[in-house]
């Protein structure tokens, strides 16, 4: 292999294992992933309102984690699993982390030469089908501007949805997810 190539693949390693920060001017993508509707980011124009079954919705958040910052960046993931304890279907239109400058709504996408690639993802669906979850290597959230968080600490911050309004969530500062979804 030459220099160049071997230096983008250890880059595009980093970017996903370190859950690198997509450029704000990068392309915004929506993903498929079963039952959940996806949106493009920024294209809530395209959303139709969820129907109003007469039953507000009940989020029940678990399992709610966020990585250490790399060391020298002030960009980390975070992580959780959502479902509906009550009602039929919501949207999370978004996400805000306390001291963060900005949290987006990221997933992952293969691009056309292989490489694994984030970009920010639109509101997401969750209905009774199953657990809405937000995991290494899949949905997450990109939170920017954070003062540095070490394992064993805590963040709190709130989950936005579209009729259960705002749900607050506390974080764990951990290396490794806590439990698996399976619990559910």
């Keep these: 292999m030459s220099k160049t190539s071997v ?56 399992a709610a984690w966020m990585r250490p910052h790399p060391g020298g960046r002030d960009v980390t993931a975070a992580y ?49 089908e199953g657990p809405l979850v937000f995991t290494p290597g899949g949905r997450h959230l990109m939170v920017f501007g954070l003062a540095t968080v070490v394992e064993g600490e805590e963040a709190t911050g709130t989950l936005v949805f579209e009729r259960a309004g705002e749900v607050p969530v506390t974080f764990a500062v951990r290396n490794m997810p806590p439990g698996m979804p399976s619990e559910y």
Excluded at 35 to 53: K, R
């Design 80 to 128: 959780f699993t959502i479902r509906l304890s009550e009602g039929s279907v919501d949207r999370l239109l978004s996400a805000r982390i306390d001291g963060a400058e900005r949290v987006e709504l990221h997933g992952h996408t293969m691009s056309a030469d292989g490489l694994m690639q984030m970009r920010p993802i639109g509101p997401q669906d969750v209905n009774n």
């Design 7 to 62: 230096l983008l693949v250890a880059l595009a390693g980093l970017s996903v294992a370190a859950c690198g920060a997509a450029s704000e001017t990068e392309e915004h993508a929506g993903m498929e992933h079963g039952n959940m509707h996806h949106a493009e980011a920024g294209d809530t124009a395209a959303l139709q309102p969820l129907v109003d079954d007469g039953v507000m919705p009940v989020i029940d958040v678990r």
